[in-house]
C-alpha cells in the first residue's frame, strides 16, 4: 500500500518536473526567437545602407564624369571656333558665317543664334518630337528648300543612323531640344531623382555626339501631361536650376494621337491658328509612324510664309516660351 503511494507520487513529480522544463524551454524559445529575429534585420539594415552608399557614390561619379566630359567638348568647340575664324580671309567672309548658321555661345549653350530674330507681328516655331527618325533627313531636305529653321526636341538614340541624323541636324543650323532619353513616362515622372537621371542621359547624349549643350526641354506629354502623378511644378523647378527653358505648345498639328491623320487635316490644324497668336509654338513629330507630318509639310511651311507680317523661326534663348502650366 505505502509502496504504491510512493510510486504514485514519484510519477506526480516526474510529470511536474516535465512540466517545468517545457515551460522553462518555452520561455527560453520565446526569449531567443525575437533576439534572433533583431539580429537578423540589424544586418539587413546595415547590407541596404552599404547598398545605398554605393550608389549614391557611383551617381556621384556619373555626375562627375558628365562635367568633364561637358568640359573637354567646351573647350575643343571653342578652340575649333577659334581655328575656323582665323582660316577666313577677310572680316567680311567671318560676317556672312555668322549670319548664315547658328553657333555655340561663349559660354557653349545651344540656342544663341547670331542672327537677330526679325520683328514680324507673327513669330511661329515648328517643332518636331521624338526624332531622330527614318523621316529625319527628308524633313531637314524640306526645311533647307524654303529656307527655314526649326527645333528638334530629340530622345536617346544610339543607334549609328539616329546619331548621324542628329549631328546632321545640328550641322544643317537648327535648334536640338530635350524631350527625355527613354520616354517614358512612368519612369520619368516617378521621382525627381528618376527625372534627373533621365535629364543628364539626354543631355550628356546630345553633348557627346553634337557638342552642343541644349537649354531647352519638352516634358513628354506636355507640362499639362495627365500621367504624373507629382506636380508637374517640381520638375519645372529642377529645370529651372539648371537653367534650362521648357517649351510647349499652342498649336498642334495633331498627328501625335493614335490616328493617322491626313495631309489637309493637319495642314488646317497647324496653320488656322497662327493669325490669332503673336508666337505660334506648332507641335509635330518626327517619327517613323507619322509619314503625313512629311508630306504636309511643305503645304504648312508655305501656308505660314504666305501669312502677312509672319516668321518662320528656331527656338533660341531668347523665344518667348509657352507653357501649360504657371
Partial sequence: ????????????????????????????????????????????????????????????????????????????????????MEQQSSPLERQEIMVSAPVAAADGQNGDLAVVEPDAAHKVYLTFDDGPSKYTEEILDILDTYDVKATFFVLGKESE????????????????????????????????????????????????????????????????????????????????????????????????????LDVDTLVRNATSGIPGNGTSIILMHDAASRPTTVEALPRIIENILAMEDTAILPITDNTTPVHHIK
Fill in 161 to 260: 543612323y539616329s546619331i548621324e541624323m542628329l549631328q546632321e541636324i545640328a550641322r544643317r543650323g537648327h535648334t536640338i531640344g530635350m524631350h527625355s532619353y527613354s520616354h517614358k513616362y512612368a519612369e520619368i515622372y516617378r521621382s525627381v531623382e528618376d527625372f534627373s537621371a533621365d535629364f543628364y542621359q539626354i543631355y550628356s547624349y546630345i553633348l557627346e555626339n553634337t557638342g552642343i549643350q541644349s537649354t531647352c526641354y519638352r516634358f513628354p506629354g506636355g507640362s499639362s501631361n495627365a500621367i504624373s502623378d507629382i506636380d508637374m511644378h517640381v520638375f519645372a523647378d529642377f529645370l529651372a536650376e539648371q537653367e534650362i527653358e521648357y517649351f510647349d505648345w499652342n498649336v498642334s498639328s495633331g498627328d501625335g494621337g493614335s490616328v493617322l
Fill in 1 to 84: 500500500m505505502e509502496k504504491g503511494q510512493r510510486s504514485q507520487g514519484d510519477a506526480r513529480r516526474r510529470r511536474v518536473q516535465r512540466l517545468k522544463k517545457m515551460i522553462v524551454l518555452s520561455v527560453l524559445i520565446w526569449m531567443i526567437f525575437p533576439v534572433g529575429l533583431c539580429v537578423a534585420l540589424f544586418g539587413r539594415i546595415k547590407a541596404l545602407d552599404r547598398q545605398l552608399a554605393e550608389s549614391q557614390s557611383c551617381q556621384q561619379q556619373l555626375l562627375e564624369q558628365v562635367a568633364a566630359v561637358a568640359a573637354r567638348q567646351e573647350e575643343e568647340a571653342l578652340r575649333r571656333q577659334e581655328d575656323d
